[in-house]
């Protein structure tokens, strides 16, 4: 009986190592893909920065009433939002935060976008009451191309245009350090521009625009929509990556705790065992005296 139990915790132990070895070689996968997706955020920050600011000039200087790029459609039934989920899991609460997330802001009459397979299989059976649940872009989630950007941004575009939407939010994971990360709404159409402030210097003068702003505006929205799309879609997987990593880390921790646990549990019947066969044989060569 001694000897069944030891051989149980033993296999446990060999199991529990095993585990642990494919927990540590997800994580130095994940924390190889963290440097190559935080190499790509930090060169494409910049970049989103200055479209940013650069729209934000032209919407400044555009003239009467504006570009109805910078104006929700009113007549339009409800809200666009495309929410950026994994395609696998092992990454801790990053997908559950997501759907919690975005379940308090969708209301009847909006429409789902789910992109990556973790969100559009979670919303396939759990799809909110009243919300038009739009599939096929669960593929979006992969490296995307500069072709796969530039198609999903005219088809945005288009159905903003035509009056589908009354606004377009990207629900998205935003990297804050490699160990906090939260759910975030950004808002894609109509564009948001940061407060644009000319230089307080008095020979500053106002640029004239060539064509004019508004028509500047609509031949550079899909410039602009391409790199705010691309940005947010490597910030996503790089807070992937990092919770995934955090993840493993945790799992190994708890595989070496329970390792330390299993042998200590038996060493104890180890020794146990050994005892008791001791007693039996003094027991025995006693009897025989």
Do not use: W
């Amino acid at each position: 009986m001694a000897n069944a139990g030891l051989s149980k915790t033993k296999r446990r132990i060999q199991s529990v190592k095993s585990t642990q070895k494919l927990t540590k070689a997800m994580g130095m996968i994940a924390a190889v893909k963290l440097r190559r997706y935080q190499n790509a955020y930090a060169n494409g920050l910049e970049y989103e920065e200055e479209c940013r600011q650069f729209m934000g000039e032209l919407f400044l200087h555009d003239k009467d009433t504006g570009s109805h790029y910078g104006k929700p459609n009113e007549g339009a039934e409800g809200f666009l939002y495309i929410l950026l989920t994994s395609n696998m899991g092992l990454c801790a609460a990053y997908n559950s935060e997501l759907y919690k997330f975005i379940d308090e802001r969708i209301k009847p009459g909006d429409s789902l976008l789910p992109v990556g397979l973790k969100g559009a299989a979670h919303y396939a059976h759990n799809t909110p009451k009243g919300v038009h649940l739009i599939e096929g872009y669960a593929e979006y989630s992969i490296d995307l191309s500069d072709e796969q950007i530039l198609e999903a941004t005219s088809r945005l575009r288009n159905a903003f245009n035509a009056g589908k939407y009354q606004r377009i939010y990207l629900i998205y994971t935003k990297y804050v350090n490699s160990l906090t990360f939260k759910p975030y709404r950004f808002q894609l159409l109509p564009i948001q521009m940061p407060a644009y402030q000319p230089p307080a210097d008095e020979e500053y003068r106002s640029p004239v625009f060539e064509p004019e702003a508004r028509r500047m505006i609509h031949e550079l929205m899909p410039l602009y929509l391409s790199s705010m799309l691309h940005h947010r879609f490597d910030e996503a997987h790089l807070a992937e990556q990092a919770s995934r990593r955090n993840a493993m880390d945790q799992a190994n921790d708890n595989a070496g705790e329970l390792i330390d646990k299993l042998t200590i549990e038996y060493n104890k019947a180890r020794q146990g065992a050994i005892t008791q066969e001791l007693i039996e044989v003094v027991t025995g060569s006693q009897g025989q005296n």
